[in-house]
Nanobody, 117 residues
Framework: QVQLVESGGGLVQAGGSLRLSCVAS????????MGWYRQAPGKQRELVAV????????YADSVKGRFTIARDNAAKNTMYLQMDSLKPEDTAVYYC??????????WGQGTQVTVSS
């Protein structure tokens, strides 16, 4: 089993920045991909960004150039999502996920991000 705990959500004005963190514990090294999903009220869940153990990244078109996903080089079980130039449409609950390639078996509890206009 893998446990994921997110932090760093909050309220920010449009154009501002937030950094989300996710700390993994348990049998974490059984996974090879981590990422972030988000879900806004009334909308489909969206895969925002992913990063593999070898550092390859991929982003949703809606966040390219504004969000950056990274893993802590020292603490391999920690992942970040740096969110810049935030827009009201980025408002959602953000979930840390972990798994293999495009299958995510493990989910965090979610952290709320609210961007005011």
């Amino acid at each position: 089993q893998v446990q994921l705990v997110e932090s760093g959500g909050g309220l920010v004005q449009a154009g501002g920045s937030l950094r989300l963190s996710c700390v993994a514990s348990g049998n974490f090294f059984s996974t090879n991909t981590m990422g972030w999903y988000r879900q806004a009220p009334g909308k489909q869940r969206e895969l925002v960004a992913v990063i593999t153990t070898n550092g390859r990244t991929n982003y949703a078109d809606s966040v390219k150039g504004r969000f950056t996903i990274a893993r802590d080089n020292a603490a391999k079980n920690t992942m970040y999502l740096q969110m810049d130039s935030l827009k009201p449409e980025d408002t959602a609950v953000y979930y840390c996920v972990a798994g293999h390639f495009d299958t995510f078996d493990y989910w965090g509890q979610g952290t709320q991000v609210t961007v005011s206009s």
